[in-house]
């Protein structure tokens, strides 16, 4: 059955094409006996990590049921079809579920102040231009949190608005794993406290999903969150990505009234 559909509509591509003498049909166009049933029959998307000549690197995990959350299990199924084809339906529609601070996400200020929350400091409320422009990716040493010892030993210069600090997380694969894993590296307060005070950052990017190591988890959060200029990136995907300057492009779900939200980041050459 599946098969005889898979010919109808091959044979059907072929005849408008051989039928057309159309320069909008280039030519050689189903030249090749079998190659239209062959291609449909292995339709397949193609995935991308990075994109041609490596200009465009997604840096965002996909969302599966295994992504991380913060509880044993991952986000676990996280889209319903409502309405599907296989059960008579015209189309296929789903329903998507998935808690704003899984996977690759961003936080609002609201996330840890309740004040902030109330007065609408929320997803929409984020700089897109914080968000969009030249980033650095660096490597932090492997024996260590975030500390203030550390973050000066990098010596990020002024000026530098956007950085992405890839962790023994990633060398870890803990975004693959569905169970939190609170030994992951983060930041603790006073190293976070000397990104605010010594640097111009504005944007704090990491490989697990919190900038705060689990021991400061409040604390770090407040110190990057308080003054609402700076925004955190959590969960992304850094692995195979030469350290070095890129143009970063994150775009959050503009969610009203969302203290965390899924986000898309690539990083371009
Ligand atoms: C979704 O749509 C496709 C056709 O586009 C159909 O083959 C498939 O069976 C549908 N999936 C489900 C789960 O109904
Ligand atoms: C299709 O309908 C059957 C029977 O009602 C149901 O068990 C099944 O979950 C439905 N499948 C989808 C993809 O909606
Ligand atoms: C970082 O801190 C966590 C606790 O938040 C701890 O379990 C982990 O071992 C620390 N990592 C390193 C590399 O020191």
Redesign the pocket.
């Known amino acids: 059955m599946r098969a005889l559909i898979v010919l109808l509509v091959c044979t059907e591509l072929l005849s408008s094409a051989l039928s057309s003498a159309d320069d909008a049909y280039p030519t050689g166009y189903g030249d090749e006996p079998g190659a239209c049933l062959k291609n449909i029959g292995n339709l397949r998307p193609e995935r991308r990590e990075v994109y041609e000549g490596g200009e465009i690197i997604d840096i965002t995990h996909p969302f599966t049921p295994e992504t991380p959350v913060g509880t044993p299990d991952g986000i676990g199924e996280y889209l319903t079809?409502l309405l599907?084809m296989?059960?008579g339906s015209d189309y296929n529609f789903s329903e998507l579920k998935i808690p704003v601070h899984a996977g690759t996400h961003v936080d609002a200020p609201g996330h840890m102040y309740d004040h902030y929350y109330d007065a609408g400091f929320d997803i929409d409320s984020l700089d897109l231009r914080v968000l969009n422009g030249p980033a650095l990716l660096v490597d932090v040493p492997r024996d260590k949190n975030l500390t203030a010892e550390v973050m000066k030993s990098l010596n990020i210069p002024r000026g530098v608005k956007r950085v992405l600090f890839r962790t023994l997380n990633t060398d870890r694969h803990l975004m693959l794993k569905k169970e939190f894993d609170t030994s992951y590296v983060g930041f603790m307060k006073d190293g976070a406290q000397w990104l605010v005070d010594n640097t111009d950052i504005k944007l704090v990017g990491i490989d697990y999903l919190s900038v705060a190591a689990f021991v400061d988890l409040i604390p770090s959060h407040l110190v990057f969150l308080e003054s609402r200029e700076i925004i955190l990136v959590e969960g992304l995907k850094l692995d195979g990505v030469q350290p070095g300057i890129y143009t970063l492009h994150c775009l959050p779900l503009r969610l009203l009234g969302a203290e965390g939200s899924p986000i898309r980041c690539i990083l371009i050459k």
């Open positions: 079809l599907s296989k059960n």
